[in-house]
């Protein structure tokens, strides 16, 4: 009987994570599935956990389940030796879920899904790498990597006291700290390289480039986005006076942004990121490094099984 590898990140949605768990579990040992379950323990270990997994040399099939939040997803898909090797399966159970919300995955059907163990799709998707001129590895992002005010509102999420996560205040400081950083982030200069031109814009705002639709909890970020397409959807925005920027927010919230002032929005497969200074920059919710950085459509693609 193939064996199922889990990893499982005990503090994803707020720990909603472990009743999930609790739950799966149940529904294992009905299907009568082998499994070996891990928990993660710090931030990055879901990444060790992934590359120790499928590094294990056997002749059962390797499939691995993931039960956490955008990060822990992205961390899994960068530890992976190989992606055509092991089919990836995901609970998605974090805060912000932007994974579940762009491939389509649901917790209930995965959960469902566990009861005719034969009968799943697996389903291929394009991924979006990255490479910043400070390493020479290239790692994957399955929903956006983004430049700007965005990534400096994490870096002060990141920041705050412990006491702030002991009494579960972050989900309540987010949204204010993320809404406020837009209205207080210094624009920066942008250059960029695609499609064999060179651009450069003189005061952005914010740049992503994104694999699907949503970003930052369900704002339509890039609307024509499709990750079953190998082609990265660019957005460029450039600052804007208050009120407009404002409005700006609002509109991405619904996708209803394209073409509207300041807002630069085209596809590619791969483009170059150089800023006038070195501007934090996130991947999948996790700031990474800073800029510049080369991003592209992966020549590896994604095997979902849903």
Do not use: C
């Amino acid at each position: 009987m193939s064996e199922w590898y889990i990893i499982i990140n005990p503090k994803a949605g707020n720990s909603s994570s472990l009743s999930v768990w609790k739950t799966l579990q149940k529904e294992l040992r009905k299907a009568n599935v082998s499994y070996r379950s891990f928990m993660t323990q710090y931030p990055g270990h879901a990444e060790v956990l992934a590359r120790q997994i499928s590094t294990i040399q056997d002749d059962r099939l390797k499939r691995l389940l993931v039960v956490g939040g955008d990060g822990t997803i992205h961390e899994v898909l960068n530890g992976l030796i190989s992606l055509q090797d092991i089919q990836l399966s995901v609970i998605p159970v974090g805060s912000g879920n932007d994974f579940k919300r762009g491939y389509s995955v649901k917790k209930s059907q995965m959960i469902k899904n566990l009861k005719r163990i034969g009968e799943s799709l697996t389903r291929t998707y394009a991924l979006g790498s990255f490479q910043t001129k400070d390493s020479s590895n290239e790692l994957y992002f399955a929903n956006h990597l983004s430049i700007g005010f965005d990534v400096y509102a994490e870096k002060k999420i990141s920041e705050l006291p412990k006491w702030v996560s002991f009494f579960k205040l972050k989900p309540l400081l987010h949204p204010l700290i993320f809404f406020v950083s837009a209205f207080t982030f210094k624009p920066f200069v942008l250059s960029i390289e695609a499609e064999g031109e060179t651009k450069t814009y003189k005061k952005v705002w914010f740049t992503a480039v994104s694999n699907h639709p949503y970003y930052g909890g369900g704002m339509k970020i890039a609307p024509n986005a499709k990750p079953r397409e190998a082609i990265l959807d660019v957005m460029i925005i450039e600052d804007l006076p208050t009120l407009k920027k404002a409005g700006l927010l609002l509109a991405m919230a619904f996708g209803k942004h394209i073409g509207k002032r300041g807002v630069n929005a085209f596809k590619t497969k791969e483009i170059y990121f150089h800023t006038n200074e070195r501007i934090l920059f996130q991947a999948d919710g996790e700031i990474i490094g800073s800029t510049p950085v080369f991003v592209k459509i992966s020549t590896d693609s994604l095997r979902l099984k849903v």
